[in-house]
């Protein structure tokens, strides 16, 4: 991990200044920086075959996209980040416990 850097698991890096969600954009597959501040809630979810474990890339629903992972079928829960857009990011961390505890962290100060 490099200086600064909370959580890395090769999908998303949480550091000191945000959360950076790898592989997010399509079709380029660039890195999307989403700052603390931003976060206005973070929702932790089980996830089903219906409801983005079968999705490596994209959305199966009109309201979260979720960045590239083809480790996304081995995992059964998501977390949403609600940044006051219809479209909320959805990611699905290696540990999702450590990741919500790092963000509210962040967020509180």
Do not use: C, N
């Not at 660039?30 to 809630?41: E, G, L």
């Not at 609600?82 to 416990?97: E, I, N, S």
């Amino acid at each position: 991990m490099t200086s600064g850097t909370l959580y890395d698991d090769g999908h998303v890096r949480l550091d000191d200044q945000g959360i950076t969600l790898r592989h997010y954009y399509f079709p380029f597959a660039t890195s999307k920086h989403i700052p603390y501040a931003q976060i206005r809630r973070i929702e932790l979810r089980p996830m089903g075959w219906l409801s983005g474990k079968g999705r490596l890339w994209g959305t199966s629903s009109p309201f979260y996209w979720m960045p590239l992972e083809v480790t996304r079928t081995r995992k059964s829960r998501m977390i949403i980040l609600d940044l006051g857009r219809r479209v909320k990011p959805a990611f699905t961390p290696d540990d999702p416990d450590k990741v919500i505890r790092f963000i509210q962290k962040q967020r509180t100060g």
